[in-house]
């Protein structure tokens, strides 16, 4: 079930689109490669989508909203799984070679037929909750620092620190059902600097001395991400007198935000006057970004969000699905930021760094 909406290229990727912008990061296999034998790197990507299964099973068979959800969930767990273990056996299978899209689509589609519209519902709405009361003491904190440099640096760990609440990894799903994620805490134990990709510093630069006049940023998860990381960051850049566009999911996928509930948190966030923590929102706007899934292919979104973003001259990139499996080495005809955690084994692998390192990179047009 695909978003029904008609879909064209994200407008500021560098033209042409069709032979300079490829979704996805890292590379599963190369011509040279027997089409029909699966590479090490595709085992060990469809080994990590299989040791996701029980955790989404587990929220599947407690979705309230489903009827006979335990056999049902059962049901996704056994058709996921005997398609990942067809696409080792043979790559050209379910629409394949596989890369992370088509992993993360045939979970979605299998999820959705079986009527399973957003199996994390629950734990966003718990998450909104508990980061939307945080959200004013977040802002406070930041505001005291006088220093522009070290309030945009502060901003930036705040959003790789929220990153971390990712229920799509199998690991972190673990430590969340243990005791929840504390975000002050996450913000002091980020990994010291430089990290894997490391471009704060130029972007520091570049921030005290410019502001950008429309900012698209591509958001994730629910919760600490974007209460606490994104939207601190979207109203600095509201008060420096900058438009900025939060482009979220159409559809839910994981415990990402989609649009109509980041409207939502945005109008709970706001004040009778409209303003955010005493900043005026009215160049606030949410955009659907036509995607369903927990990465992107930009060479697709939807049309209102083409038009929308058509004059950005900052694109932010955010989260590892969307900033660093998908997207990291696409090229701008604008400024651009990807920034996410590495949370999976394999990331940290392919980009040289530490399980939990993080990503900032940034780009001048």
């Known amino acids: ?24 990061t890292i590379p599963y296999r190369f011509p040279s490669d027997n089409p029909r034998k699966a590479t090490p790197v595709e085992i060990q990507w469809i080994d990590l989508f299989l040791n996701s299964v029980p955790s989404f099973r587990q929220r599947a068979e407690n979705d309230p909203t489903v009827l006979d959800a335990p056999a049902k969930a059962e049901k996704f767990a056994q058709r996921y799984t005997a398609m990942l273990e067809e696409l080792k056996k043979n790559p050209e299978s379910h629409g394949g070679p596989p890369d992370c899209i088509l992993l993360c689509r045939l979970r979605e589609l299998i999820l959705r037929e079986l009527g399973f519209r957003d199996i994390f519902k629950k734990v966003k709405d718990e998450e909104n909750a508990k980061a939307m009361s ?5 802002v406070q904190r930041n505001d005291e620092i006088e220093d522009d440099g070290a309030r945009v640096e502060n901003l930036i760990r705040g959003i790789l620190a929220g990153n971390i609440f990712d229920l799509g ?3 972190l799903a673990e430590v969340f059902a243990k ?10 134990n980020l990994v010291s600097r430089p990290w894997v990709i490391d471009d704060l510093d130029a972007f520091k630069t570049k921030w005290t001395k410019n502001s950008w006049e429309k900012v698209v940023i591509f958001v994730d998860n629910s919760g600490a991400d ?24 159409d559809m839910p996928s994981i415990n990402d935000v989609t649009y109509l509930e980041l409207i939502e948190i945005v109008n709970k966030l706001k004040d009778e006057n409209g303003k955010l923590a005493g900043v ?17 292919d930009l060479s697709s979104v939807a049309p209102e969000l083409a038009y929308m973003a058509n004059d950005a001259d ?8 969307r900033a660093i499996e998908t997207n990291l080495y696409a090229q701008m005809k604008c400024d651009s930021i990807k920034i996410g955690m590495v949370k999976h084994p394999e990331v940290a692998q392919f980009l040289g760094g530490r399980l939990y390192d993080c990503v900032f990179k940034f780009n001048e047009a």
């Open 280 to 296: 005026d929102a009215s160049n606030l706007l949410v955009a659907n970004s036509g995607n369903d899934l927990p990465v992107i």
């Open 134 to 138: 945080l959200f004013e003491g977040v």
């Open 314 to 321: 900052l694109v932010v990139l955010e989260g590892m699905g």
């Open 226 to 249: 974007i209460i606490l990381g994104i939207l601190p960051f979207a109203r600095e850049l509201l008060r420096r007198g900058t438009k900025v566009i939060l482009a979220a999911n």
């Open 179 to 188: 005791d929840g994620m504390s975000f002050l805490a996450s913000c002091q």
């Open 1 to 24: 079930m695909e978003s029904s909406s008609p879909s064209v290229p994200f407008p500021l990727l560098q033209a042409p689109v069709e032979s300079t912008y490829r979704a996805c």
């Open 169 to 171: 990894s199998a690991q």
